[in-house]
């Protein structure tokens, strides 16, 4: 679910590309490469185009990266795919956070122990992202992560100007969209037994958030 796509007058040999997904990438790779360093198998919610997916995978080789999306992204993320393989990253699974529980690849025997998404918070309704906090309180072991990359407002209010015109477009385009607080984002966290242990300053007054399940 990243943004910034742009498929306009897309040809076979072009691969729809997200410029939000090529600034950010190196800034999260460098908090994922420390956040990850115990993980096995991370299951990354909102594909997008799949950019961040053939980035991170054979840069952190010591975990599988199984990609999922809603089957209309699947294509772009294939073809990023065919472009740049990797032996740890898989094939996207389809996932809808309406009416899908979480998708599992049978060809791996070890469970999620992270999950990663990327400007995935702000697109949603807030009832996808109640939906998404409850679906991954439930798979994640205890000590599992899951971390989210994006913009957040902090005691009510943003943190930049440019987030607060982003904030308008979004609602302008859908009402139920737009950046969420932190604070409500960490309440409903804790609801599922994740807890905030880091939050990172990233650039373009983005936040990188790493969750821990307690229990």
């Known amino acids: 679910m990243n943004n910034n796509i742009n498929t306009d007058s897309m040809s076979a040999a072009v691969l729809p590309f997200s410029r939000a997904c090529e600034n950010n990438k190196q800034p999260i790779l460098a908090i994922l490469q420390k956040e990850l360093k115990d993980s096995l198998h991370v299951l990354e919610i909102g594909s997008g185009t799949g950019q961040h997916s053939i980035y991170f995978a054979p840069r952190l080789a010591h975990l599988t990266w199984q990609t999922s999306d809603v089957v209309n992204n699947h ?58 906090f409850a679906l991954v309180g439930d798979i994640l072991p205890v000590h599992g992560k899951l971390i989210v990359y994006g913009p957040f407002n ?54 990188l958030l790493v969750f821990q399940k307690t229990s």
């Open 75 to 132: 294509a772009s993320i294939n073809a990023w795919h065919t472009e740049h393989p990797a032996a740890n990253l898989y094939a996207p699974l389809a996932f809808n956070l309406a009416h899908d529980s979480v998708p599992v690849n049978h060809n791996i025997d070890t469970p999620y122990d992270a999950v990663f998404t990327a400007n995935t918070l702000h697109i949603i309704a807030w009832s996808l992202v109640e939906q998404l």
């Open 154 to 207: 902090e005691n009510g209010h943003y943190t930049s100007a440019s987030n607060q015109q982003f904030d308008i477009s979004l609602r302008q385009h859908d009402a139920q969209s737009g950046i969420r607080n932190l604070e409500d984002i960490t309440d409903l966290a804790e609801q599922h037994h994740l807890t905030l242990s880091e939050k990172y300053a990233m650039p373009a007054n983005n936040q």
